[in-house]
């Protein structure tokens, strides 16, 4: 039902393709359907599919329209006229509509914020990968939490600094900086450091504040302007504990950030993939080096080859492998490494560790055509690992197991590791 028409315009409805009526700003009542990625549920006003923040599946909610697109809207629940059995009111302020875009779940409960992100993979590994219900069924996925609870455990935040040199977190979708005083799932210790408005602190000269707290107890600051890091409190150089291992990286380079992230993803990797001694191993998009090095505990005398193109990452993991001298590290990216042989199979096992927007058709095809026995696929991204999957299955292989794992509390990121073995 139409609530309110309050620009009276009906031509940006129009031009962007969206029925006449609905109009950007404003609010209508409608039913909450079932999750989709990004943080959204799905529900329908006359037929028109709106995406709903704020929102949880059953709900009757007044929602605000926030954008209009060819054939769908975005909208937020300002108001929940019947509420969901797993709604809680969200621990901070900044987490509702309008506001901060970082969590998107603060409004549900612990355990339903994991049913959530089970259905969103299940949706996608349906209507992306192509498997069965039965198939995704036998492979019994349940995204599984970290210790350590629900808030205070993100230990590296990026805060964006606006106009007046404040730091703060962007709006969803937008660009805009929401000045904040605290942000509840950063670590203790980078929730105590003087860098947001209440301190007094002001950034004139920075776009992005970043803020580390390692597992191996530093926690520095970094100003970045133009896309250059300034390092302004606490060590340059950071120390991570992990994988039985010390790794050494600047405070500006790329750590998993749930403290208990990178040994839980070593051991679902290991777990799954069973390397076993004087197998060769490629470790594609391999950051630092952490599965490089997990990989050459497991495998002996045999090589490792990690392939990385950043070269922060390339320089992190040259230095923090240097005592593992059958790891080879090739800097490159992976789809040029790969058809330009600069690293060849056969190849016994592979781990594949993609950036959020997938490995692509490309890569996978090489992957096969080098004849592992197994691959061992670490998504950040349900579709993308999904469209990937549906190319391994197009090649005759098959998604044998899959863990899913709760990194990001209270936002709808989940992340992802698969089995993926060829034909018998």
């Given at each position: 039902m139409t609530v309110a028409d309050p620009t009276g315009a009906r031509s940006a409805a129009a031009a962007a393709g969206v029925r006449p009526g609905l109009e950007e700003a404003e609010r209508v009542e409608l039913t909450v359907g079932a999750v989709a990625p990004g943080g959204h549920c799905v529900a329908r006003v006359d037929g028109q599919v709106v995406f709903v923040r704020h929102a949880l599946p059953g709900e009757r909610v007044l929602a605000e329209v926030t954008e209009?697109?060819?054939?769908?809207a975005r909208a937020d629940a300002v108001e929940v006229l019947t509420a969901?059995?797993?709604?809680?009111?969200?621990?901070?302020?900044?987490?509702?509509?309008?506001?901060?875009?970082g969590c998107d779940l603060q409004h549900v409960a612990p355990e339903a914020q994991l049913d959530w992100k089970n259905a969103v993979v299940r949706e996608q590994l349906t209507r992306l990968?192509?498997?069965t219900d039965a198939e995704i069924d036998r492979l019994g996925v349940r995204v599984e939490p970290l210790p350590g609870g629900s808030l205070g455990w993100r230990s590296r935040v990026r805060y964006a600094v606006d106009g007046a040199g404040r730091a703060g977190l962007l709006k969803h979708r937008s660009h805009e900086v929401v000045p904040i005083d605290r942000c509840l799932?950063?670590?203790?210790?980078?929730?105590?450091?003087?860098?947001?408005?209440p301190s007094g602190a002001r950034w004139p000269d920075a776009d992005a504040v970043e803020t580390v707290a390692s597992t191996g107890g530093g926690v520095?600051?970094?100003?970045?302007?133009?896309?250059?890091?300034?390092?302004?409190?606490?060590?340059?150089?950071v120390r991570e504990v992990a994988a039985g291992r010390d790794w050494s990286l600047p405070a500006s380079g790329f750590w998993q950030v749930h403290p208990a992230a990178a040994d839980t993803l070593v051991g679902a990797v290991l777990e799954l993939l069973d390397p076993r001694p004087g197998e060769s191993a490629w470790d594609l998009?391999?950051?630092?080096?952490?599965?490089?090095?997990?990989?050459?505990?497991?495998?002996?005398d045999a090589r490792v080859t990690l392939v990385e193109s950043s070269e922060q990452g390339v320089t992190a993991a040259r230095e923090n492998l240097a005592d593992l001298p059958r790891v080879e590290v090739v800097a490159a990216?992976?789809?040029?490494?790969?058809?330009?042989?600069?690293?060849?199979?056969?190849?016994?096992?592979?781990?594949?560790?993609?950036p959020r927007s997938g490995a692509g058709g490309q890569v996978v095809r090489d992957i096969v055509a080098a004849r592992p026995r197994a691959v061992a696929y670490v998504a950040?991204?349900?579709?993308?690992?999904?469209?990937?999957?549906?190319?391994?299955?197009?090649?005759?292989w098959r998604l044998a197991a899959l863990r899913g794992f709760d990194l990001f509390p209270m936002t709808q990121h989940v992340e992802l590791v698969g089995l993926l073995l060829p034909p018998a």
């Open positions: 209009l697109h060819r054939g769908f969901s059995a797993d709604r809680v009111e969200p621990p901070c302020p900044y987490a509702k509509p309008g506001r901060c875009g990968g192509g498997l799932i950063a670590h203790p210790a980078i929730q105590e450091l003087p860098v947001l408005a520095s600051v970094t100003a970045i302007a133009d896309g250059v890091p300034t390092p302004v409190s606490g060590p340059p150089v998009y391999g950051g630092a080096g952490l599965f490089a090095a997990a990989l050459a505990g497991r495998v002996g990216r992976v789809e040029a490494a790969l058809a330009r042989r600069r690293v060849t199979g056969p190849v016994d096992v592979v781990v594949l560790d993609p950040c991204d349900p579709a993308a690992f999904a469209r990937d999957v549906r190319t391994f299955t197009g090649l005759g």
